[in-house]
């Protein structure tokens, strides 16, 4: 039940985040989205720097960071919302949760099956490249079959 419960939990997550890759966002300005949204609205660092309770050189740091990507989460919602905007963050993988779970599953694999295979080659026991594929298979869909953590165990 646990494991159902975990596989419907990855498959709601990756259709969120099928949401977040295929939408079309675009990047950061180079100077950081608080001081071109700020400037945008026309305010001064002063103006946001009131906002904020801090002093404008505080704000000209702020933004620094920003574009430098050391800003926190927490002073960049202060920021947000300091200017009538909500932050929005996501770790979006760049291919689906399943396709990744899948693509280590086969690396791993692949990495068994080449230490088998270089054994079994050095006692004359080669087998061939199809019989491999077929087991290398075989190996990664047991992986996927077992528990997730198990496939990061491993390097």
């Known amino acids: 039940m646990k494991s159902n ?8 997550l990756d259709v969120t985040l099928n949401r ?8 950061r300005p180079p100077s950081g989205w608080v001081k071109a949204i700020r400037e945008s ?7 946001i720097a009131e906002r904020l309770g801090v002093t404008t050189s505080t704000v000209t740091r702020l933004e620094a960071s920003e574009a430098g990507d050391t800003i926190s989460l927490a002073t960049l919602r202060r920021a947000a919302e300091a200017m009538g905007c909500e932050l ?4 979006v993988p760049r291919q689906s949760l399943s396709e990744s779970l899948e693509a280590r ?10 230490s088998i295979s270089h054994t079994m ?8 490249r199809e019989t ?3 087991q290398t298979r075989e190996i990664a869909e047991s992986l996927l079959k077992g528990p ?3 496939l990061w165990r491993e390097k």
Do not use: C, I
């Open 20 to 27: 977040w890759r295929s939408a079309d966002l675009p990047p």
């Open 121 to 128: 080659a050095l006692e004359a026991q080669s087998t061939s």
């Open 105 to 114: 599953a086969n690396e791993l694999a692949r990495s068994r099956m080449a």
């Open 41 to 47: 609205l026309g305010m001064t660092a002063t103006h």
């Open 5 to 12: 419960f975990s596989e419907l939990k990855r498959r709601q």
């Open 88 to 91: 929005q963050y996501a770790l």
């Open 132 to 134: 491999v594929e077929a």
């Open 148 to 150: 997730r953590r198990a």
